[in-house]
């Protein structure tokens, strides 16, 4: 019977020069915020953080949320760019009109006037460019009827992504006892937005929005910023509450490394813009991020009994990087895991063990390792011969 092959170690990729001993990666920066994070995009690993599962009051990074429903909705067929939205009495309210004046409150707001029509897309504008309250309250009608139904839908998702730190009460941010979330879930959450909708992700990164005759900034002061040696900050949300002080989710890319810096509890502007520009230069100056293994080529080619053909080729599900420390990617790692023989038929996307990626003995990423092509059963001969050398293995 064969003897089951628990690790085989199939490559080494690089083999590291030993002449001298590796720079110690300096210390994470000491920001000026209560809470913050920061996370590769690809892997979801976390490089720095402080208090970041703490469940605190997110302000208008509440819109991450609202944007990611609204994507969905889109996503799955159900709203469209182009549909027409009513304003509210509801939504005129929370983007500051005030009933019975033609004052307005001081709250973010796109201006969209109370009975007005206003597409879905540029509402979208509205809410992720210039944080309108109103906008966000006119499109969680749009997806739920109301904004309590879409406050659900909300914590559906959230549940989804493992934002175990949050509950949405509202589409906006505005104080509300008990809408809560954290550092760590909004870097969850930003990571999605990224992966998931990379066309949407664009809304992120435009300059100013204009509506009604009046044009807002972006008021991401970092947009078009270069941090580290060549990244550029394109997206995401700011935040700020009188509670939660000062909050700004920034992402910033660099090739194929994209960061996501989540700072929360800042005493001001200048702060979260400090911070989170000093987290991403930190992070893209000391780290690189690599793609090692591609889906349908092989990584490895393995012994198929019982197979027309003797080998077959094994490979990954979905495209494989890895972020390393910067200058240390020849110290990586291929390592199979496989459970023993391969005995066809397989079927193409089998999962038949797994792709374990090591940095000097610790493991950085874990894929499946899957059939790539289908392994049909041999003829009758090839089967009772392999059958044969099994038994005598």
Same mark, same amino acid.
């Given at each position: 019977?064969?003897?089951? +092959?628990?690790?085989?170690?199939? *490559?080494?990729? +690089?083999?590291?020069s ?5 720079m ?9 915020a ?9 892997s ?12 605190? =009051? ?17 996503? &799955? ?6 549909? +027409?939205?009513t304003?509210?009495? /509801? *939504?005129?309210? *929370? #983007?500051?009109?005030?009933p ?13 006037r ?7 897309? %540029? @509402? ?6 210039v944080?309108g309250n ?12 109301? &904004?309590s ?40 959450l ?20 204009t509506?009604d005759?009046?044009?807002q900034p972006?008021?991401?002061g970092? @947009?078009g ?8 900050? %394109? ?6 509450t009188?509670? *939660? ?10 090739g #194929?490394?994209?960061?996501v ?8 502007? !200048?702060?979260? /813009?400090?911070a989170?520009? /000093? +987290?991403?230069s ?5 780290f690189?991020?690599? =793609? ?7 990584v ?25 420390p910067r200058?240390?990617r020849d110290?990586? &790692?291929?390592?199979?895991e496989?459970?023993?023989a391969l005995?066809?038929?397989l079927?193409? #996307? ?13 493991? $950085?990423?874990?894929?499946? @390792?899957?059939?790539?092509? %289908?392994?049909?059963? !041999? ?9 044969v $050398? @099994?038994?005598l =293995?």
């Open positions: 019977m064969p003897k089951p +092959l628990a690790a085989l170690l199939v *490559a080494v990729l +690089l083999l590291a030993e002449a001298f001993a590796q110690p990666i300096p210390q994470a920066p000491q920001v000026s209560r809470q913050y994070l920061l996370m590769d995009a690809a979801g690993e976390i490089l720095a953080e402080r208090d970041a599962n703490a469940p605190v =009051e997110p302000a208008s990074l509440t819109k991450l949320m609202t944007a990611y429903v609204v994507f969905r909705a889109i996503a &799955e067929g159900r709203v469209g760019l182009d549909d +027409l939205v304003i509210s009495r /509801e *939504a005129w309210i *929370a #983007g500051g009109g005030v019975g004046s033609r004052e307005r409150r001081n709250v973010s707001t796109m201006y969209a109370e009975r007005s029509q206003v597409s879905v897309d %540029d @509402l979208l504008h509205g809410m992720i460019v944080s109103d906008a966000s309250v006119a499109l969680a009608e749009r997806v739920a009827g109301s &904004e139904a879409f406050a659900g839908l909300m914590n559906h998702y959230a549940a989804e992504l493992g934002m175990v730190n949050s509950n949405f009460l509202n589409s906006h941010g505005l104080p509300q006892e008990g809408h809560l979330s954290s550092a760590a879930d909004m870097a969850r930003a990571q999605a937005i990224v992966n998931e909708f990379p066309d949407f992700y664009a809304y992120y990164s435009e300059r100013d929005f509506w005759g009046v044009t972006n008021r991401n970092l @947009l910023m270069q941090v580290g040696a060549n990244a550029l900050v %394109d997206g995401m949300k700011t935040g700020f009188t509670a *939660a002080q000062f909050c700004l989710v920034t992402s910033a890319a660099s #194929g490394m994209r960061l810096s989540v700072v929360m509890g800042a005493p001001n502007v !200048g702060a979260r /813009e400090r989170n520009r /000093e +987290l991403l930190w992070g893209f100056n000391n690189e991020s690599h =793609e090692l293994y591609r889906p349908g080529v092989a490895t080619r393995e012994r198929l009994w019982r197979g027309a053909e003797a080998e077959v080729a094994l490979g990954v599900a979905t495209t494989l990087r890895v972020l390393v200058g240390q110290r990586l &790692e291929a390592v199979l496989l459970p023993g005995t066809a038929p079927q193409a #996307g089998a999962e038949v063990g797994v792709l374990d990626i090591r940095l000097d003995g610790e493991s $950085l990423a874990r894929s499946p @390792l899957v059939v790539v092509d %289908d392994a049909p059963r !041999g003829s009758l001969w090839q089967r009772a011969r392999d059958s $050398l @099994l038994w =293995e």
